[in-house]
Every structure is written in structure tokens, then in C-alpha cells.
């Protein structure tokens, strides 16, 4: 079998949250068995949000839960890093209601698990294994996903921009290929946005230290990591979203121009179709490989 996870000591980072503009300190602590992935705010007495996808309340240019009077914004790129690692159980404590965005990718949260060190747990992991298609569009866009025997993401975006009119990208989504090919993948935005999304109250720690910031003909504030960035940061999106279903999946999703929305709503229909999948649990041979089983037992 595969063992549940949880990091093996706590560790703590500060950052600015992307839309609220406010100090964040984050504090990754261990978990036990079946906890399962939470968001605790210290600043409300502790009280905790389930990283499960009932609770999404918002997914206006990020993603954020509510549950008991208490939220949680932006937690997409922390929960890509969570659950391509390994980790099923920990407890993620905060002092605002918005996880920081770091560099604008999920990179430095790879770095603190590192730092942190994983740790292995009694008790199996249960994937999603789905059994037949379950798709949904809206508009242009759409989104599915389909029976496989690893966890694929392949996705494809274009933008009336000269950089972004068309890009696709297929990975397979394990530890590995996460941190190296996805995580770097910084979030991205316009120029001709930013006043708009300020007068909303959102991108106010915005910054070109945190996001790529695109105008009319280019990147403005540094070059690519990759030259296919935005689109692997997509793919980082979806991980991230799809993580709210509250197990590893064993599937290839194909997503068109998605988004939060599209995600976490995939996410809801799979739950609710319950003939689409089964949870299985994969062999010792795949404990580096999340999602990613060479056979898998029921």
C-alpha cells in the first residue's frame, strides 16, 4: 500500500497576500491520520476551514473557501504544493484570510516541505480512480476528465495577446515533474487590468516581484522561466483546485481555456457522480509517484 503523509515538523514563512495586500505568516504543522488538509485561522481563535471543494465560496481570479463564518483566500498554489509532494494530512495556520503569494508560484511552498521533511503515517492513502468521462462547458470552455492509469493534466489557453494566442501543454503530475516543471510557473496578469482589479479590492499586493506582468506586446517586468509559463501555470491552477476533492486522483484531465471556476466545478461534478469513480488504493511501488500507480488494487 501507500501510506497517508504528513510533514514531520512545523514550519513557518511570511508573505504579502496577492489581493488583499496584507502581512501573512503561515505556519505548515503536522497532521494525523485522516485529518486531512486544513486552513486554521489563529487570528479567529483557531477555528478551521476543510480544504474540501463544498466549501468553495469564491473564484474570482483565485480561490477561496468559507466554512462557519471564517474564510481563506487565494490557496491554489499551497494546495498544487501539498498534494504533488505527498502530503494528505497537515494543518495550515494563518493570521489573515489569504494565503501569501510568495513569487507568484508554488515553488517556495516546495521549498518548505523540503525544509520541513516528510513523514509517513499508519494508514493507507485512498485514490480516485475515475471510471468514464465526466466533462462540462461553459461557453468556450471546457473542461473533462478521463479513466487512465496516472494522473495527467493536459491543458490549452489563448488570450488576445501576442504571446498567449495559443498554448498547450501535457505533464504528468507527480512529485518530480511538479517541482520541476510547474512549480517555477508564476501567476500572470495585464496591465490594462490592474486599475479595474484594484478598484475592486482585489491584486492590492500585487507587485512585479509576484506576478508577471504582461503589456501590450510583452512581458514588462523580467524575463520567462519557461517559455510556455502561462500555461504551466495553469496546469499549477487545476492541481491546486482539483486538490479540494480531498483525495489524490488517478485520471487525465483536459481542460480549454479553463479557469478556477471550471476547476473546482469539475471537481463537484465528479463528487456527484458517483458511478464515474471508485477509490483504490496503489502498491508500494508508487509511493514517490503521487497519483501515478503501476497497478492498482480495490
Keep these: 500500500m501507500t501510506s497517508q503523509r504528513t510533514i514531520r515538523r512545523s514550519i513557518t514563512c511570511a508573505g504579502i497576500g496577492l489581493h488583499s495586500g496584507h502581512r501573512v505568516t ?7 491520520v485522516d485529518f486531512g488538509i486544513r486552513f486554521r485561522r489563529a487570528d479567529l481563535g483557531g477555528l478551521e476551514i476543510p480544504a474540501r ?5 469564491s473564484f474570482n481570479y483565485a480561490t477561496g473557501l468559507s466554512f462557519a463564518g471564517a474564510r481563506v483566500e487565494t490557496v491554489e498554489h499551497l494546495l ?6 505527498g502530503v494528505d494530512n497537515v494543518a495550515l495556520e494563518l493570521n489573515t484570510p489569504e494565503v501569501p503569494i510568495m513569487d507568484g508560484s508554488a515553488a517556495p511552498f516546495v521549498y518548505l516541505l523540503q525544509e520541513a521533511g516528510i513523514r509517513k503515517l ?3 492513502r485512498r485514490y480516485i480512480k475515475v471510471l468514464r468521462p465526466v466533462s462540462l462547458a461553459r461557453g468556450d470552455k471546457h473542461i ?38 510547474l512549480a517555477p510557473a508564476r501567476t500572470f496578469g495585464f496591465l490594462k487590468d490592474l486599475e479595474m482589479l484594484r478598484q475592486q479590492g482585489l491584486a492590492l499586493g500585487g507587485s512585479l516581484d509576484n506576478a508577471v506582468v504582461l503589456g501590450e506586446t510583452g512581458v514588462l517586468n523580467n524575463t520567462l522561466r519557461f517559455e510556455d509559463e ?3 501555470h495553469k496546469i499549477l491552477d487545476a492541481i491546486g483546485d482539483l486538490a479540494l476533492i480531498g483525495s489524490p486522483i488517478i485520471g ?10 471550471l476547476h473546482t466545478a469539475l471537481g463537484i461534478r465528479l463528487l456527484e457522480e458517483r458511478d464515474a ?8 511501488a508508487a509511493t514517490d509517484l503521487v497519483g501515478l500507480p503501476v497497478t492498482v488494487t480495490t
Design 122 to 124: 499508519s494508514a493507507p
Design 252 to 261: 487525465h484531465v483536459v481542460a480549454h481555456r479553463g479557469g478556477h471556476a
Design 80 to 85: 498544487a504544493a501539498l498534494v504533488s509532494q
Design 230 to 232: 502561462f500555461v504551466r
Design 144 to 181: 473533462a476528465i478521463y479513466p487512465s492509469d496516472e494522473f495527467r493534466i493536459s491543458y490549452t489557453i489563448g488570450f488576445d495577446h501576442p504571446l498567449l494566442r495559443h498554448q498547450t501543454r501535457s505533464v504528468v503530475v507527480n512529485a518530480d515533474t511538479f517541482a520541476e516543471q
Design 53 to 57: 471543494v463544498e466549501h468553495v465560496a
Design 277 to 284: 469513480w471508485t477509490y483504490v488504493e496503489a502498491p508500494q
Design 26 to 32: 503561515l505556519t505548515l504543522r503536522p497532521a494525523p
